[in-house]
């Protein structure tokens, strides 16, 4: 499979600013994976839980520590479902993170 386009991984942590408040820092890491359509049914599926998927990118196993938002070409997803299939790959089925363009 053609893993030539590039997915960031993105991980969020808080820590203390200078007032002791929680400040979100978030760190991007970059992927290589493949990007493919959703299928019809896994449209309709998520559709009537209220999702709207637009991608499933794959990509291997051991670069995915269960991020929940990933972000495209400059565009922020989140990550509604996994599936691990086979040959050490992940499937990560992506909705656009609510608020971006």
């Known amino acids: ?6 997915l960031h ?3 969020t942590t808080y820590v203390k600013d200078s ?3 929680q400040v979100p ?3 991007s890491t970059p992927v290589f994976c493949a990007v493919q359509s959703i299928s019809a ?6 559709g009537q839980l209220g999702l ?3 991608y499933r990118f794959v990509l291997f196993a ?3 520590s269960g991020q929940t938002l ?3 070409r400059g565009v922020r997803y989140s990550v509604y479902r996994t599936y691990l299939a086979g040959n050490e790959q992940i499937e990560l089925y992506c909705e656009r993170k609510a608020g971006t363009v």
Request: cysteine-free.
């Open 1 to 6: 499979m053609d893993r030539s386009d590039m």
């Open 9 to 11: 991984l993105i991980t």
């Open 19 to 21: 007032i002791g408040q």
């Open 25 to 27: 820092v978030e760190q």
């Open 41 to 46: 049914a896994e449209f309709s599926s998520a």
């Open 52 to 54: 709207k998927p637009e």
């Open 62 to 64: 051991y670069d995915y």
């Open 70 to 72: 990933v972000e495209y």
